[in-house]
């Protein structure tokens, strides 16, 4: 109950879900390019290790350092599976 009152208060003084939860603005599934298109570009990436790679950003809606970890699907895209914050 505490964290809905605090959301709310929040969200009355101007403050966006993506401000207090940056993962918020990443959907499991999505393919990077969407990821991208949504976040801007990363200001840096893994390399690819079995299948997967990472992409950190950070920004005006990121306050902090955002990992998206992306799994290669079988046509050779990206695929968000996990968000983390720092």
């Not at 207090?20 to 949504?38: A, D, R, T, Y």
């Not at 950190?56 to 599976?81: D, H, Q, R």
Request: charged share 25%; proline share 3%.
């Amino acid at each position: 109950m505490r964290i809905i009152s605090i959301l709310a208060f929040l969200t009355l003084v101007g403050c966006s879900e993506a401000d207090i939860e940056p993962c918020s603005q990443v959907e499991i599934g999505m393919f990077e390019s969407e990821l991208i298109k949504e976040l801007g570009s990363p200001f840096q990436k893994s390399d690819e290790i079995d299948n997967k790679k990472a992409l950190m950003f950070k920004g005006e809606n990121i306050p902090t350092i955002m990992i998206v970890e992306l799994n290669k699907t079988e046509l050779g895209k990206y695929k968000v599976s996990h968000c983390n914050v720092m």
